[in-house]
C-alpha cells in the first residue's frame, strides 16, 4: 500500500519527531518557546500535531536542537508537505476535528457502531436524511457539504489502494428505518455490496448477544502504514469526538473490539441478515404488529 500523503498525519508526525528531537537534546519547551520568542502552548501544540509549524519555525527548532543534514532536510520537507491542503479543506466549516485528515493516511480501520451506519459505507440518502436529522440547526447548504465530503471519502476503497475497514455494526443500525423505507432498503443493499469487496469485513452485532463489551459507545480505530505513526482511537460524541493515543488507551479499545467481534455473528450470517431485512425490513413487520394490536 501506497503512504496516502495527508497534512494531518504529516503535522502529527512532525509534531512527534521534534518532541524526540528536544527531549534527545535536554532541551525544555519553555526555553525553545524562549529561544522562539513564543508562547510555550505554541511549541506544545506544534509537539502534540495541533498546530502547523512554519517551515522557519521548524528549521530553528531543530537548530537548537543541533540537528543538520540530511536528517534537517527530511523534517523541513515533513513540515512543507503538513502546511498543505486536503482535499476537504473547502469544506473545514463543516467539519470538526482532524478525523478526517488522519482516515486520509489510515492504512486500516476497525469500527463499531451503535446508531448508524459508518459514513464510508453511507449512501447518499441516507446521508441526506441522517445529517438532516442529526443536526436540524444546519441549513440545507452546510448538510449538502457535509454530504460531499462524506462521499469523497468512500474513495478510500477504491480498489488501486483500498483501506483495509472492518465494522461491526449494533443490529439497532441495520434496524431503523433512516430516511424511510426505500433509502434503507438501498442502504442495506449497499451494505451487501461492500461486504463483497475483499477489502472490508461487515458484523453485525445482533439484540440477542445481551449485554456487551461495547456499551460505552461508538468508536473507530485508525491504524497507519509507517511506524512513526502510531494508532489512534477516535471516540465519537456530538461535539466534535476524542483522540486517544496513549499505548494504554489503544490496547484497551482493541481488547474491547475483538471481544465485540467475538459476540458478532460471523460475517457471512451477518450480510445473510442484512439481505433479509432488505426484503423484508424490521420496521415493516413491527408496523404490522402494532396495526393488529
Avoid at 471516540?235 to 488507551?249: I, M, P
Avoid at 489503544?250 to 460475517?267: E, N, T
Wanted: charged letters at 25%; one cysteine or more; proline letters at 5%.
Amino acid at each position: 500500500m501506497t503512504e496516502r500523503r495527508s497534512p494531518t498525519i504529516r503535522r502529527r508526525r512532525l509534531g512527534a519527531e521534534l518532541r524526540q528531537r528536544r527531549e534527545k537534546a535536554g532541551v525544555t519547551i519553555e526555553a525553545v518557546a524562549e529561544l522562539l520568542e513564543c508562547s510555550a502552548s505554541k511549541v506544545s501544540r506544534i509537539e502534540t500535531g495541533h498546530t502547523s509549524a512554519t517551515v522557519r519555525d521548524v528549521r530553528d527548532m531543530l537548530g537548537i536542537y543541533g540537528v543538520t543534514g540530511a536528517e534537517c532536510d527530511e523534517l523541513i520537507q515533513i513540515a512543507r508537505e503538513a502546511r498543505q491542503k486536503g482535499w476537504w479543506h473547502p469544506y473545514s466549516p463543516v467539519l470538526a476535528g482532524a478525523y478526517v485528515g488522519l482516515e486520509a493516511a489510515a492504512a486500516s480501520i476497525r469500527a463499531y457502531e451503535q446508531q448508524t451506519v459508518p459514513g464510508l459505507l453511507q449512501t447518499q440518502e441516507y446521508a441526506q436524511a441522517m445529517i438532516r436529522s442529526a443536526r436540524p440547526d444546519w441549513v440545507a447548504e452546510e448538510v449538502d457539504q457535509r454530504v460531499r465530503v462524506r462521499l469523497g471519502r468512500q474513495s478510500l476503497l477504491d480498489p488501486d489502494d483500498p483501506i483495509d475497514l472492518w465494522v461491526v455494526l449494533d443490529e439497532a443500525v441495520i434496524s431503523r428505518p433512516v430516511g424511510g423505507d426505500a433509502v434503507m432498503r438501498a442502504q442495506l443493499e449497499r451494505l451487501v455490496e461492500a461486504a463483497d469487496l475483499p477489502n472490508v469485513t461487515l458484523q453485525v452485532l445482533p439484540f440477542d448477544a445481551g449485554a456487551h463489551a461495547g456499551m460505552d459507545g461508538t468508536f473507530t480505530i485508525l491504524g497507519f502504514p509507517e511506524p512513526g505513526d502510531p494508532d489512534v482511537v477516535y471516540a465519537e460524541n456530538a461535539t466534535g469526538g476524542l483522540f486517544l493515543e496513549k499505548r494504554d488507551e489503544l490496547q484497551k479499545y482493541i481488547f474491547i473490539f475483538d471481544h465485540i467481534r467475538a459476540a458478532a455473528l460471523r460475517p457471512e450470517e451477518s450480510v445473510a441478515l442484512i439481505s433479509k431485512l432488505a426484503e423484508e425490513p424490521l420496521w415493516k413487520w413491527r408496523q404490522r404488529g402494532t396495526a393488529s394490536t
